[in-house]
């Protein structure tokens, strides 16, 4: 996931759902589509950040040893500041890089004709 370049907002920005709701046309679906697109990007980035904490584990489990590490301290904060995921499904509507499949409707079978 390419999170470095984004325009997406780091803070809370009221959003004019007219603008949002263009492409698909319903507010409701809209909404929906964000919060899925959201859930995936969240996963996406916990994954990522799960693997680059990794190479910082410790094997022993001494407390005691547990000590301060400046690189994880530095990952860490390098997610926290990044947008939401949100954030980042909002901007990429906006910018057209969503991808929508909608389901084609059934064909009505020939029992049910009669």
Request: aromatic share 4%; charged share 30%.
């Amino acid at each position: 996931m390419n999170n470095k370049v984004t325009n997406a907002a780091k803070t809370t920005v009221t959003r004019d759902v007219s603008v949002l709701d263009k492409e698909i046309g319903n507010v409701y679906e809209t909404v929906a589509l964000l919060g899925k697109r959201a859930n995936q990007i969240s996963v996406a980035i916990k994954e990522e950040l799960s693997a680059k904490l990794e190479e910082f584990a410790v094997n022993g489990e001494n407390l005691e040893e547990v000590y301060e590490n400046r690189e994880q301290i530095e990952v860490s904060k390098h997610y926290e500041r990044m947008p939401k995921p949100g954030a980042l499904a909002i901007q990429e509507l906006l910018e057209g890089k969503m991808y929508i499949r909608r389901p084609e409707p059934a064909e009505p079978k020939a029992s049910d004709k009669a």
